[in-house]
């Protein structure tokens, strides 16, 4: 079937630099898409979203791009801070989905003091 | 706004009992809920989606017999887990939209809960 994401790569960055987390998507119809974060023992928390005329998207200290055209989808987080350290997860949907969202494998990011 | 929240967090039972678990939207109404169930460093896998005042739709290869959801309101879907067995063993994870929002799609997440199967 379709799926979002490939392994779950760990990304180690110093506090204060930026950080990129990558992601694969491989349904074409998908219309939606979500990056969530994850911290130890808790539910997905939204951080941003962007639908698929669009191709970026800024929030606080966030900005996710899309790239329709090699499936691609990126978290960018502006001056890391320890408190950004947890599992991200990139989703997708699609109008035609019965609001299904399908989760990638997840990126780690561990944040350096 | 868009809490969902869920009850128990933690819960550890003996094979062959049977677990409810509730997941509750605390500031909205959710005609839609779902769930999911996530294994140590993996992804969330939809197990299904929970409609309110019909059936729940099942994921393919989930035994809908053994993994029972009912949504009686607008703010509150059950899952329980039938004669559990330590392969069921897992963190469970609702969500649900709030339509009334701006960015209707968005899904909120629980707290989750972790099931453990002695």
Not at chain 1, 74 to 81: F, K, R
Not at chain 2, 83 to 98: G, K, Q, W
Request: hydrophobic fraction near 30%; glycine fraction near 8%.
């Amino acid at each position: 079937g379709e799926s979002v994401g490939l392994h779950l790569p760990t990304l180690s960055v110093q506090e204060g630099d930026n950080s990129i987390i990558n992601c694969a998507y491989s349904n074409s119809a998908s219309d939606y898409f979500i990056w969530y974060k994850q911290e130890s023992g808790k539910g997905p928390q939204f951080i941003i979203d962007i639908r698929s005329n669009m191709d970026k998207r800024q929030g606080q200290r966030v900005t996710v791009l899309l790239n329709k055209t090699v499936k691609h989808l990126s978290l960018q987080i502006a001056a890391t801070q320890p408190g950004d350290s947890a599992v991200y997860f990139c989703a997708e949907s699609y109008s035609g989905g019965y609001q299904k969202v399908t989760f990638g494998t997840g990126t780690k990011l561990q944040v350096i003091p | 706004g868009a809490v969902v929240s869920q009850h128990p967090s933690r819960v550890i039972c003996k094979s062959g009992t049977s677990v409810k678990i509730e997941c509750r939207s605390l500031d909205f109404q959710a005609t839609t809920m779902f769930w999911y169930r996530q294994f140590p460093k993996k992804s969330l896998m939809l197990m299904a989606t929970s409609n309110e005042g019909s059936k729940a739709t099942y994921e393919q290869g989930v035994e809908k017999d053994k993994f029972l959801i009912n949504h009686a309101s607008l703010t509150l879907s059950t899952l329980t887990v039938t004669s559990a067995h330590p392969e069921d063993s897992s963190f469970y994870i609702c969500s649900a939209r709030d339509v009334t929002r701006a960015g209707r799609d968005t899904q909120y997440f629980g707290p989750g809960t972790r099931l453990t199967v002695l």
